[in-house]
């Protein structure tokens, strides 16, 4: 059986039956246990838990993912919280060179199996709070790194997460948590951390994107399967590690290639995920892959400057018909 | 970890077999620490090497007052209190020779030892950074019941950094069973003290959270096993986090790369007429613990252990290359 519940929800419930079935999982951040978390995904916790399990933290980041890795070294199971991912940066010292190197650096004595959310997204609240950053982390070995777009994907991989032993960057989309979806009606429902999944199958070009990339994605196939274009839509789900095979192996079948990303280009996850297909279909591609990400500026304010910087439905349509019209077999290249 | 008996030795806080056993660790870390110096200048250790010579009463007197279950987090320069855990002389050595044998396989060397088994959690080299682990370890210590004090040990220098700061402030406000352990040394690297923090007692800063704090001597063992004590007795009793500023010197350079072009000769003379371990071995004698001779045969068996572990380092294998991938994820990977 399956209901169909928001990704918000499917969090919730991630968390809820960890904790209800795991006494070691605690959850910790700013603002998370008296005002109910910045996206309201910890509302009410506090009074079902307790003080001891839902810990408002100091506004301080790196103390934050610190002492959570320490903890999970002692033996519990964190769910250290930061606000968005602009904050995270203040953590980098602890995620980069502590979680992820503390298994291999003492040669697997232990581990540090913690789990970071943290959320990405914007809406007009200006440079330093709208940015996107799952790419630096991804590019680290020994992290983790998913960032879910489906509700079933946010709540199997927090729950595998939680009873899992590695470090785990869970990256959340703040305009994602209203998003509908089907979910099993299973308290031990996981799912692995790995693998990228075909959505919607199709014969004449590929969209790669995840989280709210997806959405776009999915939203253009449907526009264009109106005109007769076929769109093959994959979530990549999981970043780190990342499954190219998997578009690789569609772009064998569709020739061509759209990758669709909220961050900035430059040496971004599309660059890897382009650089792997041709590493991996080089044959197989009819057209240069077309890379969709935001305009490269400290992101502005005003709403409609804000909206030009950010890939929509319109943009994703639009690189799938370049996609289309170019073809490195014929002279429009 | 001392003895359990009552006896006390006249004139010190501990009994014969346990103050012989701290003389017999200072001596371990110096024998082990000249050694170092050696076998890096013939090419067997590389990258960057730190001596703790000069230091070795803060470890083994404090590490002496602490119960086995309790955690220890230390900074790199991080030989002197893995010996003092009673690591296996050999094995620390094989890990600076980048051994397989070597206590993290060779893949740690000289900065990160660690042995999980002994709750020695490692030595880190992002100066400040282990101190937030310290304040989780205790957490989880708290919230699991399980009655262990977390040690960190630092420099100077980690603490004008924010690491010190938050981990200073969520010890203290969630009431963790925290020992920090501030080994001043007067220089942060090769920058003295005074150039680079805003007060020059380090205990002073534990005011700002509302930390109990003393200063102890860092070169006198005894002292430190004393007053590490009445701050784990604090910390056991649920008093909350206590801070510890043991006044030290560090005879070497920084590391084996320093030519101490900031200092003076004379001061490095002047400290080292407080040489941590002369001055116990004086003691000793003076208050009849030990005669010249027995305590001659001590520092002579540490010479001997250090030669052997320089041999079993040398003799070991470099680790086999086709295991170059473990370790990096504790869960399997299926994808390709």
Redesign the interface.
């Known amino acids: 059986m399956a209901r169909e519940i928001t990704v918000r929800d499917a969090l919730r419930e991630a968390l809820r039956e960890e904790m209800d079935s795991n006494e070691?999982v605690?959850l910790m951040g700013e603002d998370i246990g008296a005002y109910g978390g910045s996206f309201v995904v910890t509302a009410g916790f506090l009074d079902e838990y307790g003080r001891?399990r839902v810990i408002d933290?100091?506004i301080?980041e790196?103390?934050i993912?610190?002492?959570?890795?320490?903890?999970?070294?002692?033996?519990?199971r964190?769910v250290a919280e930061l606000m968005t991912i602009n904050f995270s940066l203040l953590a980098m010292?602890?995620i980069v060179?502590?979680a992820a190197k503390m298994?291999?650096?003492?040669?697997?004595?232990?581990?540090a199996?913690v789990v970071i959310r943290t959320a990405s997204g914007w809406g007009q609240l200006a440079a330093t709070h709208s940015q996107t950053f799952e790419g630096w982390y991804a590019h680290v070995?020994?992290l983790?790194v998913v960032m879910p777009a489906t509700p079933a994907d946010h709540k199997g991989f927090m729950k595998a997460a939680l009873r899992?032993?590695?470090p785990v960057m869970f990256i959340e989309h703040s305009l994602i948590y209203r998003n509908r979806g089907e979910v099993p009606d299973d308290d031990d429902f996981t799912l692995?951390m790995?693998?990228a999944e075909v959505r919607r199958e199709g014969e004449h070009v590929t969209i790669a994107s995840w989280s709210r990339g997806y959405y776009l994605a999915m939203a253009a196939a449907e526009e264009l399967a109106s005109e007769g274009i076929e769109c093959e839509v994959i979530d990549m789900r999981v970043l780190r590690?990342m499954?190219t095979?998997t578009v690789a192996e569609s772009v064998r079948k569709t020739n061509r290639l759209v990758v669709v990303e909220e961050g900035w280009k430059t040496l971004g996850v599309g660059s890897e995920i382009s650089a792997a297909v041709q590493e991996q279909a080089f044959d197989y591609l009819d057209a240069p892959i077309e890379r969709v990400g935001s305009l490269e500026i400290p992101v502005p304010y005003n709403r409609q400057m804000e909206r030009a910087v950010f890939p929509d439905k319109d943009t994703v349509v639009e690189a799938v018909r370049t996609v289309l019209a170019k073809d490195i077999n014929t002279a429009n290249v | 970890m001392a003895s359990t008996k009552k006896s006390r030795t006249k004139g010190f806080p501990l009994e014969k077999d346990d103050l012989l056993d701290m003389y017999r660790q200072m001596c371990l870390i110096r024998e082990f620490e000249e050694a170092c110096a050696q076998q890096y200048s013939m090419g067997k250790i590389a990258g960057f090497l730190h001596l703790y010579i000069g230091e070795e009463a803060i470890a083994v007197g404090s590490i002496k007052a602490m119960e086995e279950r309790d955690?220890v987090l230390t900074h790199y320069r991080d030989h002197g209190y893995a010996l003092a855990l009673g690591l296996d002389t050999g094995e620390v050595m094989a890990e600076l020779f980048g051994k397989e044998t070597g206590?993290?396989?060779?893949?740690?060397g000289s900065m990160?030892l660690?042995?999980?088994s002994k709750n020695f959690?490692?030595g880190?080299a992002?100066v400040s950074?282990?101190?937030?682990?310290?304040?989780?370890?205790?957490?989880?210590?708290k919230?699991?019941d399980e009655d262990r004090v977390?040690v960190c040990y630092f420099g100077d220098g980690a603490t004008n950094a924010?690491?010190f700061h938050?981990?200073m402030?969520?010890a203290a406000?969630w009431n963790l069973p925290v020992i920090f352990m501030c080994e001043n040394n007067l220089y942060g690297m090769g920058t003295a003290v005074e150039h680079v923090s805003a007060v020059q007692e380090m205990a002073k800063k534990a005011l700002a959270y509302d930390m109990p704090a003393m200063q102890v001597d860092g070169q006198n063992v005894t002292e430190m096993y004393e007053k590490t004590k009445e701050a784990l007795d604090h910390c056991r009793s649920g008093k909350g986090p206590y801070f510890i500023e043991a006044l030290t010197y560090r005879f070497r350079g920084h590391s084996m790369a320093d030519p101490e072009q900031y200092r003076e000769r004379e001061e490095i003379d002047q400290y080292r007429a407080y040489d941590p371990i002369p001055l116990f071995r004086d003691r000793l004698i003076e208050e009849k613990v030990a005669k010249e001779d027995e305590l001659e045969k001590i520092q002579k068996a540490a010479r001997e252990e250090v030669e052997a572990a320089v041999k079993f380092a040398d003799e070991s294998k470099d680790p086999d290359l086709d295991t170059l991938g473990?370790?990096?994820?504790?869960?399997p990977?299926?994808?390709?």
Do not use: C
């Open positions: 070691a605690v001891k933290t100091p301080a790196l103390g993912v610190g002492s959570a890795v320490g903890m999970a070294m002692g033996g519990m964190p010292d602890q060179n502590h298994y291999a650096m003492f040669n697997g004595q232990f581990t199996p070995p020994g983790r899992g032993n590695d692995p790995e693998g590690p499954d095979a | 955690h206590v993290t396989g060779g893949r740690g990160h660690a042995d999980a959690w490692g880190y992002i950074g282990h101190l937030l682990l310290t304040v989780g370890l205790a957490y989880a210590s919230y699991l977390a924010g690491a938050e981990a402030n969520m406000v473990d370790f990096v994820y504790a869960d990977i299926t994808i390709k």
